[in-house]
């Protein structure tokens, strides 16, 4: 099946600088690549996401980039502010009329004032 | 409009109980899932129905079953709860066949002691 490794686990800012977080996939199958933000104690909701036929997509301050022949694609967050503070999921999935999410691990992202 | 909603929000259990966790959602969308959240772990798929009438084992299975109620419910039984079980669950639903994400309830925490 699908594995997805997400770096790093932790990550701190300082508020108004950009951030980074990482993500692999093990299924050259997979063509579906959302980004989940969850805040503590809250539900996951989707903040962008991307499909194997984009390399790049941009929604105001957030992108995502994705690799296909690497396998792996990236949330990139610019200009950061406190309330971009959270833990970030990436996932994985095949098209296809249910499409199971493979999740990575998770980053909990710190931007200190 | 209420999305994904779940039942109950928090549960304790002693080992070997059972219970059944709810989950509703009237976007009238045709997939659903169980999730379960372990920290540092990420999100991973226990179970899901890509339509009414359908359900199908995912990652983490083992000790779990689920009902497809009819296409607005699906449910989530443990038989004989144990403290490995002990984990906040998602409910989450979709439709893939005109391009909406996974939307997610609010999480049931469940304890097992």
């Known amino acids: 099946g699908e594995n997805v490794e997400q770096h790093p686990s932790t990550l701190s800012v300082q508020e108004g600088d950009s951030a980074v977080i990482k993500c692999t996939y093990s299924d050259s199958a997979s063509n579906y690549f959302p980004w989940y933000k969850q805040e503590l104690g809250k539900r996951p909701q989707l903040i962008i996401d991307?499909?194997?036929?984009?390399g790049e997509k941009k929604d105001q301050r957030i992108a995502v980039t994705l690799n296909k022949t690497a396998k792996h694609f990236s949330l990139h967050i610019t200009e950061t502010q406190p309330e971009d503070s959270a833990v970030y999921f990436c996932a994985a999935s095949k098209m296809g009329s249910a499409r199971q999410l493979t999740f990575g691990s998770g980053t909990q992202l710190t931007v200190l004032p | 409009n209420a999305g994904v909603t779940q039942t109950p929000k928090f549960q304790v259990l002693k080992t070997g109980q059972s219970m059944t966790l709810q989950c509703a959602q009237d976007?009238?969308?045709?997939?659903m899932y169980w999730y379960r959240q372990d920290p540092g772990m990420g999100l991973r798929l226990i179970y899901y129905s890509a339509s009414e009438g359908t359900t199908d084992k995912g990652e983490v299975p083992n000790g779990y079953n689920v009902s497809r109620l009819n296409k607005r419910e699906f449910s989530l039984r443990l038989e004989s709860a144990a403290p490995s079980q002990t984990s906040v669950y998602f409910c989450?639903?979709?439709?893939?066949?005109?391009?909406?994400?996974?939307?997610f309830g609010q999480g049931t925490r469940l304890t097992v002691v």
């Open positions: 991307i499909r194997s036929n984009v």
């Open positions: 989450a639903s979709s439709d893939y066949s005109i391009g909406t994400e996974a939307f």
């Open positions: 976007m009238n969308h045709n997939s």
